[in-house]
């Protein structure tokens, strides 16, 4: 379909919500049912759409959702401390908000400010803290999603579940192949204090052993992170709570460090995180996509690389 | 001989040998099975609505036409592939200890059980991993890592017989999830065969990081699972132990929700609920000191005596002995009964404890010493042995495990009580906490006049809890799973959801053998 003719169209459809013309037509939806409505026009007409947290740049052909017309905090259940957020709200502004009641995300400070909470989640929430660090704790409980086809889907807010495959991780860092991320339940947790230590290992095994160690020893670190270069490998450990348990934990850790022959330092250096960052959806789950969005709305960038027909 | 046999177990002209003998190609003769005995055995799991069927003389609705013993991921591979060329419904089966009809085949499936897939193949202990074989049963794996001074840390009641597939299948939880979380926690890759033959290693720092999570709760419908990678912690070296007692449950909930969103991590957290409580009480610990596992204390089997025909008969009005023991005060009852358990290191337990102290009396505990969780640790598994006296002096009893967010937790119990009590007699207690909400854990008793009346009793009292636990905002399983028993409820919490999981099917086992009915539902849907 033509730019302009396509541009109307939306126009008709969905009102002043509507911006740019040409190769620049942005929609900025004021709620999910115009999402949906956005999405299945994608389908009747056959359009794709960029969504946060995709791949698919604006172009010929390319609608581009921007959620910035839903930042809201929808509601704080103080009692759970889960936080129901819109997709279009920035994280940044989510963090203040959860600061100014003595809770937080427990994100480290590397969140980018101008970020949106869909766009952080489909990246993979980069900066969140490790599961592993916390088995028990986890960032996102529940989601809002709309799906290629306009359909809405609400995995709704729950500690754990048992009722078949958690569809959470396949959207949270799944580069919105599956659909966008409207709106999340996020746990905050509460703000308490933090003591970081560093300690510095011969080798890379040393200081993944006493990564695996501190945790298995049931210490809950706040983030425990393992850097390295050349000739050293760097583990720098971050502790919270109450007085008493982070003086025990900071003990545990410490006989664990040193019995990989770790040595305490303040080297805090910015080295190359060793862990792997976030690859995106694996060949089955973008073939689900292709499977969820026959008339490809979301864009030919979840085809790439696919052997899986 | 054979005109005894139900009309479900009679041959079949020869069909099922021929299948077999394909299948004995794949996997070796004695490997495989028609046997009546065996397609007995393997026809259902230990869903207490099948149990009443057994009672009521249906030992086997659907008996599977043949039972395989694979021995490796490619004999599992070859089976699947076989079955999935002459579309032949597969059931996955581990030790048959699920209690929600997660196998129960459909007639002339293939049931193809992994207990020969036994091996715990590496333990790593400078990074704390364990690759084990799903077929392995869970005491198993727990006395191998316990022989070089791990734990997984999981420990279902269903441990002696349950298997390291079937925990990853129905997204299972241990008693001590506070300290290890759930089984999908510990999961840090795995093996599988998909519907159509395809084998995938998944790895969670790969292809396995949106996969696994997928897999893992499929419940059979999705993949065979053949082995995984867990991660293991050291054997606690000591455990501490703390009980409270609490005016209401709502003061004990509350005590449970201040610890953990202040991070503490008691391996075990179970508050009862006074009437619970008042049972849980009666559970005093061995009089011989016993080790880190005990084995499950002998049940004195009911005879059909004066006792037995009174508690079956108050059995059959519910509503009235629910609706007394819920006008009583909690205190009347001795209140609500908060037991803690910790498994860290000595110096983290010890600090974990004082600061447990502080927070449960401040919430209004009143401290009740250690013997009260030392005596649940003795009897912890217990409790899966204590149905078959009930089941044999004709009652019911069956067991409902949901969650949902701390807002709504007590209002989920309330309305599920509620749900329950004009059916069968109700109980509660809280276990497997987090920082933003918890599982309740209910148990309920009923009888009938007759098995018939029983089957429509037991089945109206689940379709209303369900729907009160939907309707509360809960999730219908935190870790038994759906399998048939909840499956009819799944669209209502789900929605579409549910459709996702279908399109993924699709993709994984497009010609739908692989436990068809289970999770998601379909035709054979057993309700």
């Known amino acids: 379909m033509h730019a302009d ?20 037509l942005r929609v900025r939806p004021e709620s999910i049912s115009q999402i949906s409505r956005l999405f299945r026009l994608a389908n009747t007409h056959r359009f794709h759409i960029a969504v946060p947290g995709s791949q698919l740049v604006a172009g010929r052909g390319v609608v581009t959702l921007d959620l910035d017309a839903l930042p809201r905090i929808r509601a704080l259940d103080i009692e759970s401390q889960i936080l129901h957020v819109e997709g279009g709200a920035l994280v940044s502004t989510v963090e203040c908000h959860l600061r100014a009641r003595g809770l937080t995300l427990g994100a480290s400070d590397v969140l980018d400010p101008r970020q949106s909470v869909s766009d952080w989640l489909a990246s993979g929430a980069p900066g969140a803290r490790a599961h592993a660090d916390d088995p028990v704790d986890q960032l996102v409980c529940g989601l809002d999603v709309v799906l290629p086809d306009g359909t809405e889907l609400t995995i709704r807010p729950a500690p754990r579940r048992a009722v078949g495959p958690d569809l959470v991780p396949a959207f949270v860092g799944g580069r919105a192949a599956l659909g966008v991320i409207v709106g999340a339940h996020l746990v905050a947790r509460r703000d308490t204090p933090r003591t970081q230590i560093t300690y510095r290992f011969a080798t890379r095994d040393a200081a993944e052993s006493a990564r695996a160690w501190v945790r298995g020893y049931g210490v809950r670190p706040a983030s425990i992170t393992l850097t390295e270069d050349s000739e050293r490998a760097i583990l720098i450990v971050s502790i919270e709570g109450s007085r008493g348990v982070r003086d025990a934990c900071l ?33 089955i789950v973008r073939a689900l996509g292709r499977a969820l969005d026959p008339a490809n709305v979301l864009g030919p960038a979840r085809t790439e690389g696919d052997s899986l027909s | 001989m054979n005109a005894a046999l139900p009309e479900s177990l009679r041959p079949d002209g020869g069909a099922h040998e021929a299948l077999r003998r ?29 149990v009443i069927g057994v009672r009521a003389g249906i030992p086997a609705p659907a008996p599977p036409a043949v039972v395989v013993w694979p021995a490796h991921v490619d004999e599992v591979a070859a089976v699947v592939r076989y079955a999935n060329g002459h579309q032949i419904p597969i059931v996955p089966y581990g030790a048959g200890s699920g209690v929600c009809g997660g196998v129960l085949p459909t ?43 791990f734990t997984l840390g999981h420990f279902p009641s269903s441990i002696y017989c349950s298997t390291l597939g079937g925990w990853l299948a129905g997204r299972s939880a241990g008693q001590c999830s506070g300290r290890y ?149 909690g205190p009347a009852l001795g209140g609500a009964m908060l037991i803690l358990v910790w498994e860290d290191e000595p110096a983290v337990a010890d600090a974990e404890v004082a600061e447990a102290e502080r927070l449960c009396t401040q919430a209004g505990g009143r401290t009740t010493g250690e013997e009260p969780a030392r005596a649940w640790l003795a009897r912890r598994h217990s409790v899966s042995y204590r149905q078959s006296p009930m089941l044999a002096m004709g009652a019911f009893v069956d067991t409902m495990e949901v969650a949902s967010p701390w807002s709504t937790l007590l209002p989920m119990y309330r309305a599920v009580h509620h749900a329950l009590s004009p059916h069968v007699f109700v109980m509660a207690h809280f276990s497997h906490a987090y920082p933003d909400g918890g599982s309740i854990y209910f148990t309920f008793a009923g009888a009938a006049a007759d098995d018939e ?62 436990n068809p009915g289970a999770l998601i539902g379909g035709a054979d849907d057993a309700r």
């Not at chain 2, 794949?26 to 869903?47: E, K, Q």
């Not at chain 2, 004990?252 to 202040?262: E, H």
């Not at chain 2, 369900?466 to 929605?495: F, I, N, Y």
Request: positive net charge; proline residues 7%; glycine residues 10%.
């Open chain 2, 22 to 50: 394909d299948l004995a190609a794949l996997v070796g003769d004695t490997h495989t099975s028609t046997a009546t005995a065996d397609r007995v055995a393997y026809a259902r799991d230990l869903w207490p609505r099948q």
């Open chain 2, 181 to 329: 979380g759930k089984i999908e926690d510990m999961v840090l890759g795995l093996t599988c065969v998909d519907g159509r033959g395809e084998v995938h290693r998944l790895d969670l720092e790969g292809d396995g990081r949106d996969l696994i999570p997928l897999v893992v709760g499929s419940e059979g419908i999705l993949a065979v699972l053949t082995d995984a990678r867990l991660r293991i912690a050291p054997a606690p070296r000591t455990r501490r132990f703390a009980s409270y007692t609490f005016d209401t449950t709502e003061s004990g909930l509350a005590a449970i929700r201040t610890m953990l969103q202040a991070g503490l991590r008691p391996a075990v957290a179970r508050l009862y609920d006074p009437f619970d409580s008042l049972i849980a009480r009666r559970n005093k610990p061995p009089r011989a000191p016993s080790g880190i596992i005990e084995g499950p204390a002998p049940t004195k089997p009911l005879s059909p005596g004066l006792g037995a025909r009174l508690l079956t008969r108050a059995l059959r009005s519910p509503g009235a002995l629910n609706t007394l023991i819920e006008s009583l005060p």
């Open chain 2, 107 to 149: 007639r002339g499936a293939i049931v193809l059980d992994t207990k020969r897939m036994r091996a715990v193949r590496a333990i790593d202990e400078a990074r704390l991993i364990v690759d084990a074989e799903a077929g392995i049963l869970g005491q198993h794996l727990e006395d191998r890592l316990g022989e070089r001074g």
């Open chain 2, 453 to 514: 009346s029983a089957l429509a009793k037991y089945d109206a009292a689940w379709r209303d809890a369900l729907r009160a636990v939907v309707d509360a905002g809960g999730t219908l399983s935190h870790h038994h799973g759906v399998g048939r028993s909840k499956a009819p409820a799944m669209r209502r919490e789900q929605g579409a959801a549910i459709d996702v999981v279908r399109a993924l099917k699709s993709i994984l086992d497009p010609n739908d053998i692989l």
């Open chain 1, 251 to 283: 003990a545990t850790v410490a006989r664990v460090a040193a019995e990989r022959g770790g040595i305490p330092c303040n080297d805090a250096s910015p080295l190359a995180p060793s862990s792997t960052p976030i690859s995106g959806p694996s060949a």
């Open chain 1, 5 to 24: 003719v396509l541009g109307q169209c939306l126009r008709d459809a969905l009102g002043d919500v509507v911006r740019g013309a040409h190769d620049t």
